[in-house]
């Protein structure tokens, strides 16, 4: 019996096994090295963002704590006691949650496409560049809706604060016996002050005014909160309830005040440890909690105190013959003054972004200027033209907030998320569907109530 002799490998086959397991080799090298080190966006920020975990809370509590906290008695003035309450946590909750889902999908995305931070736009925009081929090309659709949104919401906070600045100092002018000029007037007179406040073109120089505002504010409120909590009636003498139809105005009023999407993604951008923005605790459920909690209670205490009365910001219900709500009413006037030129930047650079390429260079001074002027008196004269404060709110969270804070990042989610993870049959798509039914009904509930109520004013 012959023993069959095995045959030596020709240089050929040699060089090839060589060459086929030297690949393997480096394919498994160079993954295993990507494994063990990947792309940390935060590693390639400038110095600059270095914000700390404490910080990024501080940043995200002062800007959630507008406006906003004051104008919540208005909406439980049209859900009830009961229901304002259940529904501010339930709105906090939904707030949180799409604030949660567009972080995360924008980091995320830094790690996929090696960038150091991205923008609320960018984001939008990068998501739908590169999800499923059929979304591709509505990208700069996505762009263009998440910039015009944040500059909408800005702008129609700017003719909030008009308003809450006019109507104080109307107040305070009437009680001791000067001009008594209608809001419009007092509107128009804003621009005094308005006008040169916003020319000024570096944001550094409000920095220190903006330090002494946010303390002015909390004085405010504590002051608010002492008359609310003085003398209170009984909850048996206000609504636990209301009709169906004061929902679109308290979820509009809930949403202007609750949502602060437009100041997440730059507070993420800044920080030193971004993994710490998300979590349990984590940044923004520690802040979302604290935000709902206090809204909660200002809006309950606001309409126990006031019922019906209540009023698009707390201070303007305070009583009239006591020097200390006289204060405040001027204090919350004076800190929305500075307040209106620090938000009124996002709107122009918005617009400035747009047109910046059609000016000559040497003219781009002068045009930043005529920007910023005629923006203050378009903001300015909208205010003076319906100078009702519940109205604005309810236009700007129903319409900007209700497509950009909850519309649009249950989209990117599901877009960005699509055919990796998901399919059309996932909880993740039952869930951004009802989210986006409940942006839409909300926008259009409320728009509807706003026009009319708009077409009566008038």
Same mark, same amino acid.
């Given at each position: 019996m012959t023993t069959m002799e095995k045959k030596p490998p020709s240089p050929h086959s040699v060089h090839t096994i060589s060459d086929n397991y030297s690949s393997k080799i480096e394919l498994a090298y160079n993954g295993s090295r990507e494994d063990l080190d990947p792309y940390v966006p935060s590693e390639h920020r400038p110095l600059a963002s270095n914000t700390s975990s404490l910080g990024a809370l501080a940043h995200l509590l002062k800007a959630s704590l507008g406006s906003g906290v004051l104008a919540m008695?208005?909406?439980?003035?049209?859900?009830?006691?009961? %229901?304002?309450?259940?529904?501010?946590?339930?709105?906090?909750?939904?707030?949180?949650?799409?604030?949660?889902? $567009?972080?995360?999908?924008?980091?995320?995305?830094?790690?996929?496409?090696?960038?150091?931070?991205?923008?609320?736009?960018?984001?939008?925009? #990068?998501?739908?560049?590169?999800?499923?081929?059929? %979304?591709?090309?509505?990208?700069?659709?996505?762009?263009?809706?998440?910039?015009?949104?944040?500059?909408?919401?800005?702008?129609?906070?700017?003719?909030?604060?008009?308003?809450? !600045?006019?109507?104080?100092?109307?107040?305070?002018?009437?009680?001791?016996?000067?001009?008594?000029?209608?809001?419009?007037?007092?509107?128009? #007179?804003? $621009?005094?002050?308005? !006008?040169?406040?916003?020319?000024?073109?570096?944001?550094?120089?409000? %920095?220190?005014?903006?330090?002494?505002?946010?303390?002015?504010?909390?004085?405010? !409120?504590?002051?608010? #909160?002492?008359?609310?909590?003085?003398d209170k009636p009984a909850v048996s003498d206000r609504n636990l309830a209301t009709s169906i139809s004061g929902l679109p105005t308290f979820i509009s009023t809930s949403l202007f005040a609750m949502e602060g999407i437009g100041v997440v993604m730059p507070v993420e951008n800044e920080m030193k440890k971004p993994q710490h923005f998300l979590g349990c605790p984590g940044v923004l459920n520690t802040a979302m909690i604290a935000v709902a909690i206090l809204y909660g209670f200002v809006g309950f205490c606001g309409y126990l105190q006031y019922g019906e009365e209540a009023r698009g910001s707390l201070t303007l219900n305070l009583p009239q013959d006591e020097i200390l709500a006289q204060s405040a009413k001027i204090l919350v006037a004076c800190v929305m003054l500075l307040s209106f030129a620090l938000i009124y930047y996002v709107p122009v650079d918005v617009v400035w972004r747009k047109i910046q390429d059609r000016v000559p260079a040497r003219k781009q001074a002068w045009a930043m200027s005529g920007v910023r002027l005629l923006g203050t008196l378009i903001l300015v004269g909208i205010a003076s033209a319906i100078p009702r404060l519940e109205l604005f709110m309810e236009l700007v969270g129903a319409v900007c907030l209700s497509v950009m804070g909850l519309l649009l990042p249950a989209i990117v989610e599901t877009i960005w998320r699509w055919n990796k993870d998901i399919t059309l049959w996932s909880f993740v798509v039952l869930k951004n569907f009802l989210i986006g039914v409940f942006s839409l009904i909300a926008m259009v509930s409320g728009v509807t109530f706003a026009i009319m109520a708009i077409v009566d004013e008038l």
């Open positions: 008695p208005l909406a439980f003035k049209n859900a009830g006691l009961v %229901v304002g309450s259940l529904g501010t946590l339930f709105i906090g909750f939904i707030c949180c949650h799409v604030i949660h889902v $567009l972080v995360k999908t924008s980091q995320e995305l830094c790690v996929e496409l090696k960038r150091p931070a991205l923008g609320y736009a960018d984001t939008c925009d #990068l998501v739908f560049q590169h999800g499923p081929k059929p %979304v591709r090309k509505f990208a700069p659709f996505a762009r263009e809706l998440a910039d015009w949104a944040l500059a909408l919401t800005h702008a129609g906070a700017c003719c909030v604060y008009t308003v809450v !600045i006019a109507e104080s100092f109307r107040q305070v002018s009437v009680q001791y016996g000067g001009p008594q000029w209608s809001v419009t007037v007092y509107c128009a #007179l804003t $621009l005094v002050v308005l !006008i040169p406040l916003t020319q000024i073109s570096k944001l550094k120089y409000l %920095v220190p005014f903006s330090a002494l505002a946010n303390v002015v504010w909390l004085v405010s !409120i504590c002051i608010s #909160l002492y008359y609310c909590l003085r």
